[in-house]
């Protein structure tokens, strides 16, 4: 089975502070993703990665970054942490290598529950 | 701009109720359809549609798409208790990237 690991299940962080949140998959996949998921507004994608150290930002990326120095790890990192960053982080990976038309469903880790005070 | 919207956004059912969920979508070089089940954790794969017209199912749970109407539909016959979850749809084009919908929050209640 795919499994995708997230290190923390909550989180709850000072405003200002740097925090990681680490992401491991062991399925070899080329590709991984960072969500957040707020009430409301579904899964919105913050950033993703299609190999080692390459990195794409998604639809929401003001004040995250990524980091990809191995295949099978992805972290993100929030600089300064705000309020509005308190959220449910979801880390996921798929095997679609880039432009080949074959997407594959995409395996989830378990969420990191952010809570920025 | 690329995105899916579904509906409706919740949703209670009695026990042995069916239930159709909606997924439309504008999402350019679209390739494939995926749904997912999220209860309290992280969401889990149930279907990826590509063809148009060619259901998938699993168990009471079946879905199609209709690429020229551009939206899915995500059926769930006689519906139990463990059903109760927010289904999620996610459109994705060439490339890597799944845009989702807010998800659809279905209660079945006995």
């Known amino acids: 089975d795919v499994k995708v690991t997230q290190s923390s299940r909550y989180l709850v962080k000072r405003t200002g502070e740097k925090v990681f949140l680490e992401c491991v998959q062991d399925m070899d996949h080329e590709n991984m993703f960072w969500y957040r998921q707020d009430p409301g507004l579904g899964l919105r994608l913050i950033y993703f990665s299609y190999d080692v150290k390459m990195k794409e930002k998604g639809d929401i990326p003001e004040g995250y970054s990524v980091s990809r120095e191995k295949k099978e790890r992805f972290s993100l990192i929030l600089e300064s942490a705000s309020t509005n960053q308190t959220s449910m982080y979801l880390c996921a990976s798929n095997m679609a290598g880039w432009g080949t038309e074959q997407n594959t469903e995409a395996f989830f880790g378990q969420g990191t529950r952010l809570t920025v005070v | 701009e690329d995105k899916v919207v579904q509906s409706p956004l919740s949703l209670v059912v009695h026990e042995g109720d069916t239930v159709t969920l909606n997924c439309s979508y504008e999402?350019?070089?679209?390739?494939?359809l995926l749904w997912y089940k999220q209860e309290k954790k992280a969401p889990t794969f149930l279907f990826m549609l590509t063809s148009s017209g060619i259901e998938k199912k699993s168990g009471r749970l079946s879905s199609i798409l209709d690429k020229k109407e551009l939206f899915s539909i995500l059926n769930i016959t006689a519906t139990q208790t463990g059903d109760s979850a927010v289904y999620l749809c996610a459109g994705g084009p060439t490339g890597n990237q799944f845009y989702f919908g807010t998800g659809t929050s279905l209660t079945v209640i006995p």
């Open positions: 999402v350019t070089n679209f390739r494939s």
